[in-house]
């Protein structure tokens, strides 16, 4: 049998592609060879959320006098934490793998690799898995990425120190933690590992946590995160990795020792291209499957879409790639693409940050490039080109009720030649939940006064986007 499309890997690029397809009467086959779902679900989002909620939960009981209730003898249980964690994975994993038996996708438990093409047969048509040969007129590669491990001398094979599966895994908690790289996944652990009474260290190259995102955001988190005796080193450098014993590991960074009883090791992630191998006319970029606006790869009706594209390794730019990518497969009118300029983002730290579109520095940037210096001092100066509306998350009600103690902001960066908002960039609970309401606004252009025609509901605190307009 000839498939329409064959799928290398089922996370949230692949079974969103697979289901698409089979639901508009393609004959499509996805192979997978670990568990549906793909990092996202298995160990990535879905678990770190359920443990972090888990976590959220002593916290706040922990910490519960501020709202006139006390409790005695809060205590939590990691193993039942963890056990609730692989329910839910397991119950959305069900759901994932049901959805793609309603829409009669074949689904096969295997490592998939290409063949070299046959006569007569183009590059990336025949696939091999569990010793059975596919053939289809597309081919989609979905299959992510991993964790890079560093250059670090006693890094590798080291028992001490996990990266983020090995921390989802552990059936114990640490009595302390070093994590090196203050970026997303470094930031969510400390925040696990902190509210769960784990003295944590962080160790980031570079000279501040968060580099990506906006700044003044991240400095609130810095602030708290200090305040809270979470030991956050920013512009260091992990020289060396060295056990001393087995329950304890010494960290060498800038010259200096730091000991704890693990290292979670959280530098970033690489593509995964195993079994791409014999794909020679694939054009790469720094490690990652380089694609075109409808996630076309080099060779013909060959697609790649997620993590294994290195453009943005979030599970909703994978899915919405997966759309794009069978949309022009399957030649839907109108052509669609993705609108990289409006992909919300959320780092779940408490609080939770979230953001959508152009940073200040990003915007900085931009207008730097395009003008140039000349431009610039004509104008007088780049702050001319850009405003800057922000506010404390206290100034909406609803926050002040529920997060005593916290301020939080609201940042809105709008371009001020013609109002447009360009960027939003929040802390503060539950901006996760309403962030998507500022990427409506980003994507579609508005202005401030089209933004400020929405309706909030009271009270909110997503009513912040309308109060930080002015
Ligand atoms: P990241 O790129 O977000 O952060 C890596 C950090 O490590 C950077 O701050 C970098 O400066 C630092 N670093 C690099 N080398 C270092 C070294 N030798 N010593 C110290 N610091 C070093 O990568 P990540 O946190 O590993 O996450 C991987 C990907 O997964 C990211 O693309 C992220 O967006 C995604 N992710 C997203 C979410 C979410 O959406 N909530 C959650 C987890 C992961």
Redesign the pocket.
């Known amino acids: 049998m000839k498939y329409f499309l064959a799928i290398i890997g089922g996370g949230p690029a692949g079974y969103t592609a697979a289901e698409m397809a089979s639901k508009a009467g393609k004959d499509v086959v996805l192979f997978e060879q670990n568990a549906l779902g793909g ?1 996202c679900l298995n160990v ?2 879905i678990p ?1 959320k359920s443990l972090l909620y888990g976590a959220k939960q002593y916290y706040n009981a922990t910490h519960a006098q501020k709202y006139g209730v006390s409790a005695e003898n809060v205590a939590f249980d990691f193993q039942a934490m963890q056990k609730r964690k692989t329910i839910v994975v397991r119950k959305l994993v069900a759901g994932i793998k049901q959805r793609l038996n309603n829409a009669h996708c074949t689904v096969v438990n295997g490592a998939a690799t290409v063949l070299p093409s046959a006569e007569g047969v183009e590059e990336g048509r025949l696939i091999s898995c569990n010793g059975e040969t596919y053939e289809a007129e597309n081919l989609m590669i979905c299959t992510g ?1 991993t ?2 491990v ?1 250059p ?1 001398p006693g890094i590798k094979d080291n028992p001490n120190v996990w990266d ?1 599966t090995d921390a989802l895994a552990a059936a114990e908690l640490p009595k302390s933690i070093i994590i ?9 652990f400390a925040t696990l590992y902190h509210e769960l009474g784990v003295a944590v260290t962080v ?4 000279d ?5 995102l906006d700044q003044a955001v991240v400095q609130i988190l810095l602030d708290k995160y200090r305040k809270t005796e979470i030991n956050i080193l920013t512009s ?3 020289e060396e990795i060295r056990n001393e014993g087995e329950q304890s590991v010494k960290v060498k ?1 800038n010259g200096e020792w730091y000991e704890a009883q693990k290292v979670l ?5 690489r593509a995964n291209l195993q079994g791409l191998e014999a794909l020679s006319g694939l054009e790469m970029n720094r490690g990652a499957i380089v694609v075109d606006e409808f996630m076309k790869t080099s060779l013909p009706n060959v697609y790649a879409c997620g ?1 294994v594209t290195g453009k ?5 730019v994978a899915s919405r790639q997966a759309e794009v990518a069978v949309g022009r497969m399957l030649k839907q009118i109108p052509l669609q693409r993705i609108a990289y300029n409006a992909i919300p ?4 730290t408490n609080p939770e940050i979230a953001s959508v579109g152009l940073s200040e520095q990003q915007v900085r940037d931009f207008y730097t490039e395009m003008e140039g210096a000349a431009g610039l001092e004509k104008a007088g100066g780049v702050e001319t080109f850009y405003e800057v509306h922000s506010l404390p998350m206290t100034f909406s009600g609803r926050f002040m009720a529920e997060n005593d103690g916290e301020t939080g902001l609201c940042k809105m960066i709008v371009d001020s030649r013609n109002k447009t908002v360009l960027g939003v960039h929040c802390i503060g609970n539950p901006c996760s939940e309403f962030i998507a309401a500022a990427g409506f606004a980003v994507r579609n252009g508005y202005t401030l006064p089209e933004f400020r025609q929405v309706v909030f509901p009271h009270p909110t605190v997503s009513e912040i986007l309308h109060e930080v307009i002015g």
């Open positions: 990092t990535g989002c770190t990425s964790n890079f560093p670090i983020s090196v790289g203050g970026g997303v996944i470094g930031m969510e160790i980031e190259a570079m501040t946590i968060l580099p990506n260091t450098k992990v960074a090791v959280s530098v970033g992630r993590d943005i390794m979030l599970a909703h983002s959320v780092v779940y």
